[in-house]
């Protein structure tokens, strides 16, 4: 599974960003699709993941009811609209994708995409 996440740029805070992440290999529609980020100097932290059908979804405190996870699957695709951005959501973003419906560790996610930088000015 190869994963290409893009969409990340330099905003204000109160803006907006929509990233995107295409799915392509094996398999490709099954399986929990996921977000992550890792600001500056900082480990990389859990922001959100989608269940196969969308049924269960799960956010980062930091930013429910901010940001919001979709998937379609015809088209191989996972998207994260963000808004109401902040200086603190400044971080290199990855798409992720794992093969349990619910993952709940590090490596149950097994594939990463290379990083899309967001950065909020302030």
């Known amino acids: 599974v190869q994963l290409q996440a893009s969409g990340g740029g330099l905003v204000h805070a109160g803006g907006s960003l929509r990233l995107s992440c295409e799915v392509s290999?094996?398999?490709?529609?099954?399986?929990?699709r996921g977000w992550f980020r890792q600001p500056p100097g900082k480990e990389r932290e859990f922001v959100a993941f989608i269940t196969w059908a969308g049924s269960r979804l799960s956010y980062a405190d930091s930013v429910k009811g901010r940001f919001t996870i979709s998937r379609d699957n015809a088209k191989n695709m996972v998207w994260l609209q963000m808004n109401s951005l902040k200086p603190e959501d400044t971080a290199v973003y990855y798409c992720?994708?794992?093969?349990?419906?619910?993952?709940?560790?590090?490596?149950?996610?097994?594939?990463w995409g290379r990083g899309t930088q967001v950065t909020v000015s302030s």
């Open positions: 992720a994708a794992s093969p349990k419906r619910e993952p709940t560790a590090r490596h149950d996610w097994p594939y």
């Open positions: 290999g094996r398999n490709v529609s099954s399986g929990t």
